[in-house]
Each structure stands twice: as C-alpha cells, then as structure tokens.
C-alpha cells in the first residue's frame, strides 16, 4: 500500500505533539530510579506512559480529532 504525500506531514506533528509527554515520562522514571524506589515501581508506570503515548499518536497522525473541533 502506497503512502501518500499528506500522511508525512500528519506523522511528523504526530511525532511534535506526542514527543515532549513520552520525554517527560522517561525523565519521570528515571528520577523514580536515581531517587532510590524499587526498580519494579518505577518501571510499572512506564507501560501506561507508552500506552497513552501510542493512543496520542494515532489520534494525531490519523486526523481522528479534526471532524470533532
């Protein structure tokens, strides 16, 4: 299936928008981890920071939201 040329734009603001919560979901597990918690805690809250990442992505890069504004 080809791919055609207004999907890259959608993916590329898809990435902009989603790119700075998956960042500060990472920094947040890593403080968990350098402020001493167990390993298991801090990573059990990363599986929700990448499940609602890849939600926020979809919705992004399909356009799912532009009929709804």
Request: hydrophobic content about 60%; proline content about 7%.
């Amino acid at each position: 299936m080809a791919l055609s040329r207004d999907s890259s734009p959608n993916r590329r603001r898809a990435l902009l928008a989603v790119t700075p919560f998956l960042l500060l979901g990472l920094a947040d597990v890593l403080l968990l981890l350098f402020w001493g918690i167990e390993p298991l805690w801090a990573f059990a809250i990363l599986p929700p920071i990448v499940f609602c990442t890849v939600l926020a992505w979809l919705a992004f890069s399909t356009d799912f939201l532009e009929d709804r504004t």
